[in-house]
């Protein structure tokens, strides 16, 4: 089915999807995605059936009743039967109510029939039909007819229950499965929000048994679901931007298939800021929790590793022709040399002068601001903690020195493999000669020389630079010199501090800033 998108505000002419099976609607709150798919609906006329199991659960306050939708459905059997009233409120009783009715007339036709000796298959039903795929769905729930009635039950229970007792997950998938086979012919189902009340784990199964069901239609997904929307095989993806209601117009792009994008693509398309990506998962990494305090101005989108951030800065950059968000990315320093920092901040990745995200804990600047605000001498604090932290370098120098090496080594070798070669033994050739070329033993020494030039000169900020220690808050001791009992408490307190923003949470936020090498505020 071909599909004509609303009117643009730049007055370029409205893109037409052809051959659409899967059409996914993304886009920021307030962007007018509701009303975008409103229009598409009135465009589509008597070919639009749009449907929402949110809004089937509760009495209907619009006055426009769409050709073809359940609520006529339920009327025109309503007023052919006037000896039968029936005033179901809500369209999910409505929908039942149409499919008892169906069920009903079935078995009558079919009783006629055998009455007068014709031979005819016992027919299947809508409702047969929405019982057997809500099954499929929920395998472990079987559907019970007694007395007319449907009644629930679920396996290893003797207990049986009617259908309002259902969760609204489970009603919602009843609602699509039936609402979807009284869809007219090659229609364009709109559903607005799939998501809501159906757990992840079901809802890829439940959308591809619904589009299965319905080969002849094309189905347009409202949706808020970003990794429902990248499940769609046959998709394609339309980012409404913003609205002008006096034009009644648009500004929306058609995106590349979401089989060529990433979920947190999509998911940052509702955005109105710029992006961040960092490292880390959402629940449990402090750079998600940290970062957003300190640039509120971006839209924070942890992905895990380095690399993924990298390339995924790299892929939002390739994809500007689609959007107009900035993106940036914060990866931690790690081993990496002066050049290769760099050469990743010259690509729009942030790389902050300490190894790793918990020695932004151990700045200078954050520990006497923490030290200020629990009331703590910092002239006191920060020395102790300072003096624990070199201690600590001088130990693992040489081991710290060795990780150093074995990562520019690795770089080394990487960089310097990938050409081409005439043939293996040139290959070979070259492998003999790398170790003299990169000289880990000189690179080694020359490490050594400077981790005791900082040692020497109690050079805490250049040891924070290359210290990888994740014990390194605890082991210093810094948590209960500030007041409090561990690492996992000092953490929180400096979050704390900056959810405050007092006077020291502007303190801590700039040396933070600092240390990436921003401008502070």
């Known amino acids: 089915?071909?599909?004509?998108?609303?009117?643009?505000?730049?007055?370029?002419?409205?893109?037409?999807?052809?051959?659409?099976?899967?059409?996914?609607?993304?886009?920021?709150?307030?962007?007018?995605?509701?009303?975008?798919?409103?229009?598409?609906?009135?465009?589509?006329?008597?070919?639009?059936?749009?449907?929402?199991?949110?809004?089937?659960?509760?009495?209907?306050?619009?006055?426009?009743?769409?050709p073809g939708s359940i609520e006529e459905m339920f009327n025109r059997m309503n007023e052919a039967n006037?000896?039968?009233?029936?005033?179901?409120?809500?369209?999910?009783?409505?929908?039942?109510?149409?499919?008892?009715?169906?069920?009903?007339?079935?078995?009558?036709?079919?009783?006629?029939?055998?009455?007068?000796?014709?031979?005819?298959?016992?027919?299947?039903?809508?409702?047969d039909v929405t019982v057997k795929k809500w099954q499929e769905v929920f395998p472990k729930n079987k559907v019970l007819r007694e007395n007319g009635k449907l009644m629930f039950t679920s396996e290893g229970f003797e207990d049986k229950y009617p259908l309002?007792?259902?969760?609204?997950?489970?009603?919602?998938?009843?609602y699509y499965i039936g609402a979807v086979q009284y869809a007219m012919p090659d229609a364009a189902i709109l559903v607005d929000d799939p998501e809501t009340f159906i757990h992840s784990s079901i809802m890829r199964t439940l959308w591809n048994i619904l589009e299965q069901m319905r080969p002849d239609c094309t189905f347009i997904y409202n949706t808020h679901d970003v990794e429902?929307?990248?499940?769609?095989?046959?998709?394609?993806?339309?980012?409404?931007?913003?609205?002008?209601?006096?034009?009644?117009?648009?500004?929306?792009?058609?995106?590349?298939?979401s089989r060529d994008l990433d979920?947190?693509?999509?998911?940052?398309?509702?955005?109105?800021?710029?992006?961040?990506?960092?490292?880390?998962?959402?629940?449990?990494?402090?750079?998600?929790?940290?970062?957003?305090?300190?640039?509120?101005?971006?839209?924070?989108?942890?992905?895990?590793?380095?690399?993924?951030?990298?390339e995924t800065v790299r892929s939002f950059g390739d994809l500007k022709g689609f959007h107009q968000l900035e993106s940036r990315g914060i990866v931690d320093r790690d081993r990496r040399s002066d050049p290769e920092v760099e050469y990743l901040r010259n690509k729009n990745i942030l790389?902050?002068?300490?190894?790793?995200?918990?020695?932004?804990?151990?700045?200078?600047?954050?520990?006497?601001?923490?030290?200020?605000?629990k009331r703590r001498n910092e002239n006191i604090v920060f020395p102790k903690v300072k003096k624990r932290v070199i201690e600590m370098f001088t130990r693992e120098l040489k081991q710290q020195a060795l990780m150093h090496v074995r990562h520019r080594v690795k770089r080394d070798v990487e960089v310097r493999i990938d050409q081409k070669f005439r043939n293996i033994s040139a290959l070979e050739d070259h492998m003999v000669e790398l170790v003299s070329e990169i000289n880990p033993r000189g690179m080694y020494d020359q490490l050594c020389r400077e981790f005791h030039a900082y040692?020497?000169?109690?050079?805490?900020?250049?040891?924070?630079?290359?210290?990888?220690?994740?014990?390194?808050?605890?082991?210093?001791?810094?948590?209960?010199?500030?007041?409090?009992?561990?690492?996992?408490?000092?953490?929180?307190?400096?979050l704390n501090i900056l959810k405050s923003n007092n006077v020291e949470a502007n303190n801590i936020r700039n040396a933070i800033k600092e240390c990436f090498e921003i401008e502070p505020s």
Not at 88 to 115: G, I, Q, W
């Open 455 to 494: 040692e020497d000169n109690e050079d805490y900020a250049s040891i924070l630079k290359v210290y990888n220690q994740k014990l390194m808050i605890g082991e210093s001791n810094v948590a209960v010199l500030c007041g409090y009992k561990n690492k996992e408490d000092y953490v929180r307190g400096v």
């Open 351 to 373: 790389v902050p002068n300490v190894a790793e995200v918990e020695n932004l804990f151990m700045l200078e600047g954050v520990i006497r601001a923490v030290a200020r605000y």
């Open 1 to 66: 089915m071909d599909i004509r998108l609303p009117k643009r505000i730049d007055g370029r002419e409205p893109d037409v999807l052809q051959d659409s099976r899967q059409i996914t609607i993304i886009g920021a709150n307030g962007a007018g995605k509701s009303r975008f798919c409103s229009q598409l609906v009135e465009d589509l006329g008597d070919k639009a059936y749009r449907i929402s199991a949110l809004k089937s659960m509760f009495p209907s306050t619009n006055s426009q009743v769409l």
């Open 82 to 127: 006037p000896q039968v009233k029936n005033y179901a409120e809500t369209e999910f009783d409505k929908l039942f109510y149409v499919m008892l009715n169906d069920e009903l007339r079935e078995l009558m036709n079919f009783k006629a029939h055998k009455l007068m000796g014709d031979q005819m298959e016992f027919p299947k039903t809508k409702l």
């Open 228 to 257: 429902f929307a990248s499940s769609r095989t046959d998709n394609q993806c339309v980012w409404v931007k913003a609205f002008d209601p006096e034009a009644m117009a648009w500004d929306y792009e058609v995106m590349p298939t």
């Open 263 to 310: 979920i947190a693509m999509l998911e940052l398309l509702g955005s109105r800021k710029p992006i961040l990506f960092v490292e880390g998962d959402e629940k449990h990494s402090i750079d998600s929790r940290l970062y957003p305090l300190i640039f509120p101005e971006y839209t924070i989108k942890p992905l895990g590793s380095c690399n993924k951030v990298i």
């Open 164 to 174: 309002r007792r259902l969760s609204d997950g489970e009603k919602s998938v009843l």
